[in-house]
């Protein structure tokens, strides 16, 4: 199969979306696929010499500017998929851009939502989410949440969205209990060693 796979976002620090994507490329690409990687990739030099050499890689960098390229991103997004005869395309973070050049070469999305919180009530924010519930909307565009809780804020959000449309990487929140029960328990003196499941912060990019 030829799969485009797109990431909107890269850059120091590197963070789950950027990684998460791009193992997504090496994976298929190793199972046999004909993989094109598309992202800003060259602004995170241990994730650029990651990517293969025969694996077809184009720099874009979405956030170069405040006012993000999105007509740039779609001019190149529509030539990579006809010079690749591209079927199918696994987005990651921003996809405006990218689902007018999948509307225009007729290829279904698949959109990968790595988080979601409340949405802004401000014009440009009501406009956003009306942009988002387009996309939403098409019957060739399908989502996946990367838990179950940002699955449950997409439903609320967008509940015109057809369940058969969005699936769940990670069905339980967290690890499950009876993975946690199974862990051996510290010992009862020092020294201990401190370990965090999750991030610490609110947001990890402002």
Same mark, same amino acid.
């Given at each position: 199969?030829?799969?485009?796979?797109? $990431?909107?976002?890269?850059?120091?620090?590197?963070?789950?979306?950027?990684? !998460?994507? &791009?193992? &997504?490329?090496?994976?298929?690409?190793?199972?046999?696929?004909?993989?094109?990687?598309?992202? #800003?990739?060259?602004?995170?030099?241990?994730?650029? *010499?990651?990517?293969? @050499?025969?694996?077809?890689?184009? !720099?874009?960098?979405? %956030?170069?500017?405040?006012?993000?390229?999105?007509? #740039?991103?779609?001019?190149?997004?529509?030539?990579?998929?006809?010079?690749?005869?591209?079927?199918? +395309? $696994? =987005?990651?973070?921003?996809? !405006?851009?990218?689902? $007018? =050049?999948?509307?225009?070469?007729?290829?279904?999305?698949?959109?990968?939502?790595?988080?979601?919180?409340?949405?802004?009530?401000?014009? /440009?924010?009501?406009?956003?989410?009306?942009?988002?519930?387009?996309?939403?909307?098409?019957?060739?565009?399908? +989502? +996946?949440?990367? $838990?179950? @809780?940002? *699955?449950?804020?997409?439903?609320?959000? !967008?509940?015109?969205?057809?369940?058969?449309?969005?699936?769940?990487?990670?069905?339980? %929140?967290?690890?499950?209990?009876?993975?946690?029960?199974?862990?051996?328990?510290?010992?009862?003196?020092?020294?201990?060693? &401190?370990?965090?499941? /999750?991030?610490?912060?609110?947001?990890?990019?402002?």
């Amino acid at each position: 199969m030829n799969v485009l796979v797109w $990431s909107s976002y890269v850059a120091q620090p590197v963070g789950g979306q950027e990684r !998460f994507a &791009l193992g &997504l490329a090496l994976h298929l690409h190793q199972r046999g696929d004909h993989v094109v990687l598309v992202g #800003a990739y060259d602004n995170a030099p241990e994730l650029r *010499a990651r990517i293969p @050499a025969d694996m077809p890689y184009y !720099f874009f960098d979405l %956030h170069r500017s405040r006012i993000k390229p999105h007509l #740039a991103a779609r001019r190149l997004l529509t030539r990579v998929m006809r010079e690749h005869q591209i079927q199918v +395309v $696994s =987005a990651h973070g921003n996809i !405006f851009g990218l689902y $007018s =050049a999948c509307q225009k070469v007729h290829v279904p999305l698949v959109w990968t939502i790595h988080g979601a919180g409340p949405r802004s009530q401000s014009l /440009a924010g009501r406009v956003k989410t009306a942009a988002v519930a387009h996309v939403l909307d098409n019957p060739g565009t399908y +989502v +996946v949440a990367i $838990s179950a @809780a940002t *699955a449950e804020i997409i439903r609320q959000q !967008f509940p015109r969205l057809d369940p058969q449309r969005l699936q769940i990487i990670h069905p339980l %929140h967290g690890l499950h209990e009876a993975a946690l029960a199974q862990l051996p328990l510290p010992t009862p003196g020092p020294p201990w060693h &401190l370990g965090f499941i /999750a991030r610490l912060v609110e947001r990890k990019r402002p």
